[in-house]
């Protein structure tokens, strides 16, 4: 069985590092992506199982990615985490609204983080948020 593919969508170099080795220790294989036009350019490329995606992103910000997934009929299916560290009293319920499965605070969690990814994973999709 293959590993299953994760798309990460932030803009902080040193935080997409951190993504990728917890990530790649948990057996899932990455794609990274800086910015918004690069998110969706390899979400069609790669048809990731899951993305996460930060809110604050240049080329086009976490609710227009997550727009532009929801327009798309083979992206909308694809669960979102959005981990972000933005105020979460507006943007959480904003960003379920718009698509996403789950929202966590930054800084996260690593634990929370992949029961997340495992729960979305498994299809496990009511919408969760975590303010830690």
Excluded: C
């Excluded at 996403?100 to 930054?106: H, R, V």
């Amino acid at each position: 069985m293959s590993n299953k593919k994760i798309l990460v969508v932030e803009d902080d170099a040193d935080v997409r590092l951190g993504y990728h080795v917890l990530l790649k220790a948990n057996k899932y294989d990455t794609f990274l992506a800086a910015d918004g036009v690069f998110a969706i350019s390899e979400a069609r490329k790669h048809q990731p199982d899951l993305i996460i995606l930060d809110l604050g992103l240049p080329a086009g910000g976490g609710f227009s990615v997550l727009e532009r997934l929801q327009s798309n009929t083979y992206l909308a299916v694809i669960p979102v985490i959005v981990v972000s560290g933005q105020d979460p009293r507006t943007n959480r319920q904003l960003a379920l609204k718009a698509g996403a499965k789950a929202y966590l605070q930054k800084p996260w969690d690593d634990y929370d983080l992949l029961a997340t990814i495992r729960e979305e994973l498994a299809g496990h999709s009511a919408p969760r948020y975590n303010p830690s």
